[in-house]
């Protein structure tokens, strides 16, 4: 793994910084937002094309007219914190936001509240970061072995998400698994080099995502969905790093949901959005490798088809039977052929760049996550 810098980035949560005047209120000044708005949200690069007022009063425009940005900027006195929401346990039976019988809290997508100490959740990547491995206790392949119960409690994690004890707090297991065990590329800015244009000289690095708002509202929309039964549509800018989200679910799901008849589906309506490093097939290779490189988790494969976009997790016993756990990924193109969805059944069905070519969801079974 490359080693961690530092990056200008928006962060969700807050600082130690912050949480150090606590206990002293009144010590830092406050000041009106209306006042000084331009200043707290990164908007340097619009500063560039425009002039100041052009820009403030775009910003005044999407801040009156868009209810879950106005929702963003409010104190935390308003917005809360976990330890403010209901938890599900406190819910009425017939109340439609119940979905568990624990203490996590209920998650609003429309109004989220403040994000607190994220690394929590992201205990084994600081781990691997620090030590270029997922924990110090010696291999054991006794199924009884501390080492054993160690990864038993992993994919749990992965399968059933984490909740903090002591607010309630909580994320998905798709999201646990993101954050903890599929590192990313991303370009990292080299800032010691002054330039006049709008783009600095950089280098691809690979590293564990890092904790932001959008991701823990885009995987509990996921788990939501799932848990209704419903499809999930997500519209957004190019170049944010979705693509490696989406190609986190099925290697997670191969082994939470091991089986034949739990096979995962990324298609798309040219392959070319699929393969290559540049693709999402592409990318949930990377991180299969990655499982099987760093966890002793099984990683033996029946079919490895890079080309035919085909891989089964498995072995071939002395009689040629299958064994293991069997669960499998597949990319598949459409080719503008809607009738190739149909009769997909499986814990994903993840349609990509679906605005390139729409089919119904109709002709999805199952879950169709569609970017």
Request: glycine residues 8%; aromatic residues 14%; hydrophobic residues 30%.
């Amino acid at each position: 793994m490359a080693k961690k810098k530092t990056k200008g980035r928006i962060r969700q949560t807050r600082t130690e910084w912050q949480k150090v005047f606590d206990p002293h209120p009144g010590m830092v000044q406050t000041f009106s937002w209306s006042d000084r708005i331009p200043e707290f949200i990164h908007i340097s690069i619009a500063l560039i094309d425009n002039d100041y007022q052009t820009v403030k009063n775009d910003f005044y425009e999407y801040l009156s007219s868009v209810k879950f940005i106005n929702w963003l900027i409010q104190p935390e006195s308003i917005r809360g914190v976990a330890r403010n929401r209901p938890k599900h346990s406190q819910l009425p039976e017939n109340d439609p936001r119940k979905e568990y019988d624990d203490d996590r809290i209920v998650v609003d997508l429309v109004q989220p509240h403040i994000l607190e100490d994220l690394d929590y959740f992201r205990e084994r990547a600081v781990f691997f970061d620090q030590n270029h491995k997922y924990t110090d206790i010696t291999p054991n392949s006794n199924k009884k072995s501390i080492y054993a119960e160690f990864w038993r409690e992993e994919q749990r994690r992965w399968r059933d998400g984490l909740i903090r004890p002591s607010d309630g707090e909580w994320i998905p297991g798709g999201l646990y698994f993101y954050w903890n065990y599929n590192p990313i590329w991303i370009t990292d800015e080299d800032k010691s080099i002054k330039t006049s244009g709008k783009k600095k000289k950089g280098e691809r690095i690979r590293e564990f995502p890092e904790p932001w708002l959008g991701d823990y509202l885009f995987f509990h929309y996921l788990e939501q969905a799932r848990n209704r039964g419903q499809h999930a549509k997500l519209l957004k800018t190019r170049g944010v790093g979705f693509s490696f989200k989406m190609a986190s679910l099925s290697p997670r799901n191969m082994y939470v949901f091991p089986g034949s008849g739990n096979p995962n589906f990324h298609l798309a309506s040219d392959k070319g959005f699929l393969q290559g490093d540049k693709g999402v097939y592409g990318k949930v290779i990377d991180t299969l490798d990655w499982i099987a490189t760093h966890t002793p988790l099984p990683k033996l494969r029946i079919g490895d088809g890079k080309k035919a976009m085909e891989i089964q997790l498995g072995y071939l016993d002395k009689y040629g039977l299958r064994q293991g756990l069997l669960s499998s990924v597949f990319g598949i193109s459409m080719k503008d052929d809607p009738d190739k969805a149909k009769v997909i059944r499986g814990p994903l069905v993840h349609y990509e760049n679906f605005s390139m070519r729409p089919i119904s969801l109709r002709s999805c079974c199952g879950f169709c996550f569609s970017s």
